[in-house]
């Protein structure tokens, strides 16, 4: 999550490093009049980090290029890109060269699109010396996605509404040992929020995330699992084996597919995990 610029002969290179997230309880609570959907939830940033920069345009033209994963579609349709776009029209920005490394899975619930935007509202703040407060780049962020806002502060909150909603949490994890799992296939959202029957929880998240942490299976749900399990048993055969393996507390992600565990100690579970996009290390 480091932020690191530099000078490469007369260009100007600034790199940012948007990080994923993971949702630690995820209830689904009502249907709203606009057709969306209220959640109540908690995002905890994850330091699994794509690379975005900025470079100086050398021919005045914008160029934007990726590496890492593949990102799929229309460049303009890439919520960064859309990001730039938003924000070089405000301020007059002049063209730059953008380039998205991606190494956070796409639909995987792990909020990696939205890290991009966040992360380059930020860059472009930095970059062009904006002077932009965070409740300002919010603002911006909250017009790419629910959950773009979350990114600009990067810090633990209990979300509810639309997820838009946001109350800053004194909780860390810090110390503790993390495995994230994802299958190749990705989760329809609009899907998963189709076959979900909306409730209220049964237990407030702000008090369950007091108790230990390996006493959250008792309390914690994420309402997507039901469905996406009856869809995709091997998804739930992950979260067993998390618990399996000693996690002490394990959940799917979003409405999906990547799934997380929380460990006390290190674990290595690469090659039980070798066919599925794996992740581990311990939190800062």
């Not at 995820?26 to 940033?45: A, S």
């Not at 063209?95 to 909020?111: E, R, S, T, W």
């Not at 380059?120 to 965070?134: E, Q, V």
């Not at 959202?189 to 390996?214: C, H, M, N, Q, R």
């Amino acid at each position: 999550m480091n932020n690191h610029r530099y000078f490469c002969e007369n260009l100007i290179k600034v790199v940012f490093f948007p990080n994923a997230k993971i949702n630690i309880g995820l209830f689904v609570t009502g249907k709203r009049i606009d057709g969306f959907h209220n959640i109540e939830t908690i995002f905890y940033p994850m330091p699994i980090c794509d690379a975005i920069e900025i470079i100086s345009s050398p021919d005045g033209r914008f160029h934007f290029s990726a590496s890492g994963l593949p990102v799929p579609g229309n460049p303009e349709n890439n919520l960064a890109v859309k990001a730039w776009l938003m924000l070089q029209h405000e301020f007059g920005l002049p063209n730059v060269h953008f380039h998205l490394h991606k190494v956070i899975p796409m639909g995987a619930g792990l909020g990696g699109g939205s890290a991009d935007a966040a992360f380059a509202i930020r860059l472009i703040n930095h970059h062009f010396n904006l002077g932009l407060s965070d409740e300002k780049m919010m603002h911006f962020a909250q017009q790419l996605g629910m959950d773009c806002p979350f990114f600009i502060k990067n810090t633990p909150v209990y979300a509810w509404e639309r997820g838009d909603k946001m109350e800053e949490l004194q909780l860390t994890l810090s110390g503790k040992f993390m495995v994230i799992v994802k299958p190749s296939f990705h989760i329809n959202t609009a899907e998963a929020y189709a076959g979900i029957k909306p409730g209220k929880p049964e237990f407030s998240l702000k008090d369950v995330i007091t108790k230990p942490v390996d006493q959250w299976c008792n309390f914690l749900e994420n309402d997507f699992e039901e469905f996406v399990f009856s869809r995709h048993p091997e998804v739930g055969v992950i979260k067993n084996d998390l618990y399996q393996s000693g996690a002490e507390y394990a959940s799917m992600s979003g409405s999906g597919s990547a799934l997380y565990g929380i460990f006390k100690t290190e674990v290595d579970l690469k090659k039980h995990f070798s066919h599925h996009f794996y992740w581990s290390g311990k939190l800062p």
